[in-house]
């Protein structure tokens, strides 16, 4: 007779075991025997998604009744504390009855929210979610936020991602700064504010990507990777200098990206030669360029000439409206400033032009450990011409490869 | 060139073996142990067979020295050599599920217990029993308690060819019609299950006709034939 070792492992082994399955598999497991009746019961994560139930029907008040009747069921039979919680089903429209569920969780010490509403209006998360003190990672998406006014933050909160939220100014800076343990903040497609203001001390990593008016790090020293991205090109000119003032509170970045028309937000007010402090940490760096652009191309040249320990670059040209028709620049050759560390470009997206030829050919003489160059234009049209030039920059790294590839 | 720092791990049958400290240090509870002095000489692990721990060994072997690349194409190969590694009797699964619990090696405990949770994965109750010896110590009224506290994950839906029409159904019933028998018992646990050849309104029929068959069946009267259900299990004729 065989021995059953499966019923007899720890419970924290027979969780793990099932928390690799749907929440449905879990739960039948409990007709095997006796002792398996409850097992599932016990599971500190629960999982509500596209997986869960495959829905045969396509009837919308059918599908929303079956979804509540399982999460219900489940919460009711489950059994100890739930950490984590996701609720995510493409068939899920705001229905109320997550308030109650989120009441319950809030019951249940829950330290991982996940709620992604696919469908239908922003909800309006309920206040029991704000009393929730154990929470570490909260990630919402198509929702409104609003705290009540005794909100004073989630103390143990360590990573929050909203996407697709509706939050006001002031709730957003509270938000941020009542949470004194974030580490690791994601903000896609927000309304409701429109100037971040930062302060989080122990903030490592920011990915934002939206519409803002301003942004500044008041308080967020630690911060490592950043990722930016302003849909918008409509500029405000209140600074003196967007770049310095982007840079001086960032003097552990490790990881920068620059998206959409955020090089052109940097390029508004003064722009150096070359930063005050230079970013010693900076080894990866993706901008997205306008090279019609002279600001934008001077303030990418400062940000490179800034970094001295930079061994990646991306560049992702931005085919914009060709503005100043005729406009050359002229980037100097600097023999003060050499991309040592520089071992690996990407290029991408370009035509071809004479701005991004310069600087293709300032890189390439300025970078004695270049390994690899990779250049992928936009379309196909001036290929021919784009390759004959690329074959006539000097080069300062003998083992420098230059990979051309087709659009 | 300074020698390679080593220690000593004794396994329950008296095997010893010599593995780098950073190897072993991949086991949390070992590296506890290093770091808190008490490494000198042998460890013993009372709770590890040889043969275990040579695998044990092994795995984090692999898993040490491919920490330092982060490249794309070395995590394929790791992955590719955890599911050979992995392919291991039932019984030598569970014993390193074991191992890798006590010895608290994550990635091993992550695999091993991955592992498991596939072998359950789209499989019936008496399929899962069957592959890990479980005996079923539920009476019928016991086992249709739990059926019923948890029905929504026992449901199976059949639906029509073109997707208009379903119809929820307890498995139990749903057994009645031998070829929707066959289907759950070949593995078809996809929750919903196709029926090109029966229309909403036959189905119907069949669906109520075997309801009558299980209450029949449970108050021990005679059940009586309908046309609908022998169309069911003729495919061919409905």
Same mark, same amino acid.
């Given at each position: 007779?065989?021995? +059953?070792?499966?019923?007899?492992? *720890? ?11 749907? %929440? ?6 409990? /007709? ?14 629960? /999982? ?48 109320? @009855?997550? @308030? ?19 469908? $239908? ?58 949470? *004194? ?9 927000? @309304? ?8 989080? *001390? ?8 939206? /519409?803002?008016? +301003? %942004? ?8 490592? /990777? ?107 050759? +600097? ?13 991408? $997206? ?31 049209? $001036? ?22 590839? @087709?659009? | ?238």
């Amino acid at each position: 007779m065989e021995l +059953d070792e499966i019923s007899n492992l *720890p419970g924290h082994v027979v969780d793990q075991i099932l928390s690799q399955l749907s %929440i449905r598999e879990a739960v039948r497991t409990s /007709v095997l025997s006796s002792k398996w009746r409850y097992k599932w019961a016990t599971l500190p994560n629960l /999982v509500f998604d596209n997986e869960c139930y495959s829905f045969s029907s396509l009837d919308q008040t059918v599908v929303k009744s079956k979804l509540v009747n399982i999460v219900d069921h489940v919460l009711l039979l489950h059994n100890g504390p739930i950490y984590k919680f996701k609720l995510s089903h493409r068939d899920l429209q705001g229905i109320s @009855d997550i @308030d109650r569920w989120i009441l319950h969780l809030s019951r249940h010490s829950i330290q991982e929210f996940i709620l992604e509403i696919w469908k $239908g209006q922003r909800y309006k998360m309920p206040s029991c979610l704000f009393s929730c003190q154990h929470l570490i990672h909260l990630e919402l998406f198509n929702c409104l936020l609003k705290p009540p006014s005794t909100f004073k933050g989630f103390k143990s909160l360590k990573s929050l991602d909203l996407q697709h939220v509706t939050l006001g100014q002031a709730v957003f800076e509270n938000l941020i700064s009542s949470c *004194p343990l974030l580490e690791r903040l994601t903000l896609m497609n927000f @309304d409701g504010f429109t100037y971040l203001n930062i302060e989080a *001390p122990n903030l490592q990593f920011f990915d934002i990507g939206g /519409v803002f008016n +301003d %942004i500044s790090f008041e308080n967020a020293f630690q911060l490592a /990777v950043v990722s930016i991205g302003l849909y918008d090109k409509r500029q405000s000119h209140a600074n003196s200098s967007n770049l310095l003032k982007f840079f001086v509170h960032l003097p552990h970045i490790r990881r920068l990206e620059i998206q959409s028309y955020f090089l052109k937000y940097l390029s508004i007010g003064f722009v150096p030669g070359k930063l005050p402090n230079p970013c010693f940490n900076l080894n990866y760096l993706s901008v997205r360029i306008n090279f019609n652009d002279v600001d934008e191309v001077l303030t990418a040249l400062c940000i490179l000439r800034s970094s001295p320990n930079l061994q990646e670059l991306e560049v992702l040209a931005r085919p914009e409206e060709q503005a100043a028709v005729g406009t050359v620049i002229n980037i100097k050759e +600097d023999n003060n400033w050499s991309c040592h560390q520089l071992r690996l470009v990407k290029i991408l $997206g370009i035509s071809g032009i004479k701005p991004e030829l310069n600087f293709i050919n300032l890189l390439l003489s300025t970078s004695p450990g270049l390994e690899k160059m990779t250049v992928k234009p936009a379309t196909n049209n $001036g290929g021919w011409e784009l390759l004959k030039d690329l074959l006539r920059f000097r080069r300062a790294s003998v083992q420098a490869e230059i990979i051309y590839m @087709d659009p | 060139m300074s020698s390679v720092k080593k220690v000593t791990l004794k396994s329950s049958d008296g095997e010893i073996f010599e593995v780098e400290e950073t190897v072993a240090m991949e086991s949390q509870t070992i590296k506890g142990l290093i770091e808190d002095d008490c490494a000198d000489n042998a460890i013993p692990l009372p709770n590890v067979t040889g043969h275990i721990l040579s695998l044990v060994i092994q795995y984090c072997k692999e898993h040490t020295s491919s920490s330092d690349s982060n490249s794309s194409k070395s995590n394929e190969k790791l992955k590719a050599w955890d599911t050979q590694f992995i392919n291991v009797d039932l019984n030598v699964l569970f014993d390193l599920i074991m191992a890798a619990n006590y010895l608290n090696v994550k990635g091993l405990l992550d695999l091993t217990c991955q592992t498991v949770a596939d072998m359950i994965k789209e499989k019936t109750p008496e399929q899962i029993r069957a592959m890990f010896n479980i005996v079923n110590d539920f009476t019928p009224e016991e086992e249709e308690e739990v059926r019923r506290e948890n029905a929504w994950a026992f449901e199976i839906s059949l639906k029509n060819n073109n997707v208009v029409d379903t119809f929820e159904v307890e498995e139990s019933m749903a057994k009645e019609l031998q070829t929707i028998k066959n289907m759950i018992e070949d593995n078809y646990t996809d929750s919903v299950i196709p029926l090109h050849n029966v229309t909403s309104d036959i189905l119907e029929l069949v669906i109520e006709d075997c309801k009558k068959h299980v209450e029949a069946a449970e108050s021990e009267s005679e059940p009586s034939y309908s046309l609908a259900s022998k169309l069911i299990d003729d495919p061919l004729k409905a």
